[in-house]
């Protein structure tokens, strides 16, 4: 099981506050360190010092870290052009030797996009499966030949189709817990499924309809990678908990029943059991990234138990 630390910059942290965590990621043997892409704070507070671009922030980290993998839970279709886009993510794995790997969904917060300009269609599934395939076009056109698309959403003529990425594929991830278009398309263009903040009871049928997906267009269901992401609180004792709790202000029994959460043995068992359905990755939701300890903690006490 690869354990990946994932972050919410949007509620309020700095480019150093970041670099401080992925560097933590790095230290610590976790696997990766992810961030969400938006672009305003969610509920109450002021979140200073503002937003961070996503793929400014990996840009940057690709340069400040040497090993753990960099990308995005998950960018959205509305923010940027997808010729543009394949440039900036293939610029970020070339930045990093390798590194990045691409979460893009169809977004969802109106109101982050209501606040800084960008258009919000109400109708951007197919616009996820237009940019997914003409990033997939551009990055494997060779070296010296043209690529063109047409669709309803997008027009490239004649693209040189570069740059690059380093990865042959570069790792893509889809995810989310719609029933039927979503596994669609992840069969179609993932290399990685992920269910985010999702039950035990709802993340095993749903990694099941990606499989059945995988399978009606003959793909290997072994072939894409399962994964979750649940936020993470959790604590030496019970009363380290509950002060890790009180600090992002989340209630701890409602904790307990949606996340990671309680005494390491409480997360080993949650972890596992997510690997019984079969998720290889679990991305850790951080809330508090000024609390390094409970990252060191999680390494030394949750993730060498984990199966």
Known sequence: ???????????????????????????????????????LRMGDGDGLP???????????LARETSRIKLGTLVSSVTYRHPGIFAIQVAQVDQMSGGRAELGLGTGWFEAEHLAYGIP??????????????????????????????????YRLVDSPA?????????PVIVGGNGTNRTPAIAARFATEFNTPFASIEATGPQFDRVRSACEAIDRDPSSMTYSSALAVVVGADEAEFLRRAEAIGRDPEELRASS???TASEAIDRINALGQLGAERVYLQVNDLHDLEQLEFIAAEIAPHVQ
């Not at 919410?8 to 150093?16: K, L, N």
């Not at 599934?125 to 070296?143: K, R, S, W």
């Open 260 to 262: 990671i959460a309680g």
């Open 50 to 60: 503002g937003p961070t671009d996503a793929w400014t922030t990996l840009a940057g």
């Open 120 to 153: 919000f269609p109400q109708k951007r599934f197919g616009m996820l499966e237009e940019q997914l395939e003409i990033i997939e076009g551009l990055y494997g056109t060779p070296a010296g030949e043209k690529y063109s698309f047409e669709g309803e959403h």
């Open 1 to 39: 099981m690869q354990l990946r630390i994932f972050t919410e910059p949007q509620q309020g942290a700095s480019y150093d506050d970041l670099l401080a965590v992925a560097q933590a990621t790095e230290r610590l043997g976790f696997d990766a360190f992810f961030r969400s892409d938006h672009y």
């Open 162 to 170: 570069l740059p690059k990425p380093v990865q042959t594929p570069l």
